[in-house]
Antibody, heavy 124, light 113 residues
Framework: QVQLVQSGAEVKKPGASVKVSCKASGYTFTSYYMHWVRQAPGQGLEWMGIINPSGGSTSYAQKFQGRVTMTRDTSTSTVYMELSSLRSEDTAVYYC?????????????????WGQGTMVTVSS | QSVLTQPPSVSGAPGQRVTISCTGSSSNIGAGYDVHWYQQLPGTAPKLLIYGNSNRPSGVPDRFSGSKSGTSASLAITGLQAEDEADYYCQSYDSSLSGSDWVFGGGTKLTVL
């Protein structure tokens, strides 16, 4: 079945970096754009950015520009999200989410498949 | 402050009908971009509930329905059940002079009394 499986929980110190992985299965990896969304404890959902698994092109939310890097490995059908210069406010659950619509980054497409989430805790 | 505005909470008794609003502006919902709705049960990842303003993915009961008009959208749940107690989020796309982003509402907590 179609699924996204993310890496396990992380604990990092302020100023460090974290890299979260999201492995896709059950569909053609390069045919669907992937997004990253985070959720701070008790808070709502926040969009971080998008990656095209086919060509590797990315677009990031302005808030994260300069701190986030999204990459992919087509040989393992895995996308990665690396966030640097971590601060306590980055403590959150990070989700990867597939954008529906084969081969399209349409703004009218929905996030149809979600990973289970990865808890990242930033604490000294 | 979320780009899309939702009420923080709504409640209803089993069997009743509740609605959750999602208010945007001329740069997102009012610009014609579709609205999608997600259900997040406690401790789990969000799940797509309504896509393209009013369409239900396979497996979603027809008790859930969505609509859109002008700069707002709504999610309606009829025949409320205890299992519907969750957080609900609307989502759309925003394009303005400052850039273009996928955006979410702040979320609405549904309590089944």
């Amino acid at each position: 079945q179609v699924q996204l499986v993310q890496s396990g929980a992380e604990v990092k110190k302020p100023g460090a970096s974290v890299k979260v992985s999201c492995k896709a299965s059950g569909y053609t990896f390069t045919s669907y754009y992937m997004h990253w969304v985070r959720q701070a404890p008790g808070q709502g959902l926040e969009w971080m950015g998008i990656i095209n698994p086919s060509g590797g092109s990315t677009s990031y939310a302005q808030k994260f520009q300069g701190r986030v890097t999204m990459t992919r490995d087509t040989s393992t059908s895995t996308v990665y999200m690396e966030l640097s210069s971590l601060r306590s406010e980055d403590t959150a659950v990070y989700y990867c989410a597939r954008l529906s619509g084969r081969g399209s980054s349409s703004p009218d497409a929905a996030f149809d498949i979600w990973g289970q989430g990865t808890m990242v805790t930033v604490s000294s | 402050q979320s780009v899309l505005t939702q009420p923080p909470s709504v409640s209803g008794a089993p069997g009743q009908r509740v609605t959750i609003s999602c208010t945007g502006s001329s740069s997102n919902i009012g610009a014609g971009y579709d609205v999608h709705w997600y259900q997040q049960l406690p401790g789990t990842a969000p799940k797509l509930l309504i896509y393209g303003n009013s369409n239900r993915p396979s497996g979603v009961p027809d008790r859930f329905s969505g609509s859109k008009s002008g700069t707002s959208a709504s999610l309606a749940i009829t025949g409320l059940q205890a299992e519907d107690e969750a957080d609900y989020y609307c989502q759309s796309y925003d394009s303005s002079l400052s850039g273009s982003d996928w955006v979410f509402g702040g979320g609405t907590k549904l309590t089944v009394l």
